[in-house]
T-cell receptor, first 113, second 112 residues
Framework: DSGVTQTPKHLITATGQRVTLRCSPR?????VYWYQQSLDQGLQFLIQYYNGEERAKGNILERFSAQQFPDLHSELNLSSLELGDSALYFC????????????FGSGTQLSVL | DQQVKQNSPSLSVQEGRISILNCDYT??????FLWYKKYPAEGPTFLISISSIKDKNEDGRFTVFLNKSAKHLSLHIVPSQPGDSAVYFC???????????FGKGTMLLVSP
């Protein structure tokens, strides 16, 4: 158990809808990262938050947004969903000091029908 | 354009033999390299890392080699065990702050 909790584990929704994925980092970790894993792709970095502030941004679509709350949990919001958004979404956390390993949750499998 | 490439989607090895997983990267400015292992229905877990000031790092059965001139990274597992069967991802810290860029992964199957 990595100590990172992601909910829900599975999500099935329709095109055009909006969903929210939730992540609770390991106790004491200040940084939260979101990654997307599609069928033929490796893990694609989406966005990172550190202690409530956005720190780095990857290839995150404008339809997607995230935030980190004062209790350090994070939410990834996906809107106007398309079939191609179907993927495994991982959250990871770290202490946030740099050059350190990330601890990953078990992911949320999103299926857009 | 992929910054991190794992050209072998899969690898099969017999138990007790050596497994060698390879990874190539494009940017000579990368300075921190990692390997993650992933079992089905689980998130990736950290395995081993190496910084650019070293060319080898060992942790038990796992050794990572870094060839900076060739921009090549490899993971050696000796001896391989059936429990090592998983997908292995190579990653680089390309942005800083531990924001990792991953390869597409290599599925390792170790047969008894």
């Amino acid at each position: 158990d990595s100590g990172v909790t992601q909910t829900p584990k599975h999500l099935i929704t329709a095109t055009g809808q909006r969903v929210t994925l939730r992540c609770s980092p390991r106790s004491g970790d200040l940084s939260v990262y979101w990654y997307q894993q599609s069928l033929d792709q490796g893990l694609q970095f989406l966005i990172q938050y550190y202690n409530g502030e956005e720190r780095a941004k990857g290839n995150i679509l404008e339809r997607f947004s995230a935030q980190q709350f004062p209790d350090l949990h994070s939410e990834l919001n996906l809107s106007s969903l398309e079939l191609g958004d179907s993927a495994l979404y991982f959250c990871a956390s770290s202490a946030g000091q740099g050059d350190e390993k990330l601890f990953f949750g078990s992911g949320t499998q999103l299926s857009v029908l | 354009d992929q910054q991190v490439k794992q050209n072998s989607p899969s690898l099969s090895v017999q138990e007790g033999r050596i497994s060698i997983l390879n990874c190539d990267y494009t940017n000579s400015m990368f300075d921190y390299f990692l390997w993650y292992k992933k079992y089905p229905a689980e998130g990736p877990t950290f395995l081993i890392s190496i910084s650019s000031i070293k060319d080898k790092n060992e942790d038990g059965r796992f050794t990572v080699f870094l060839n900076k001139s060739a921009k090549h990274l490899s993971l050696h597992i000796v001896p391989s065990q059936p429990g090592d069967s998983a997908v292995y991802f190579c990653a680089v810290d390309s942005v800083g702050y531990s924001t990792l860029t991953f390869g597409k992964g290599t599925m390792l199957l170790v047969s008894p």
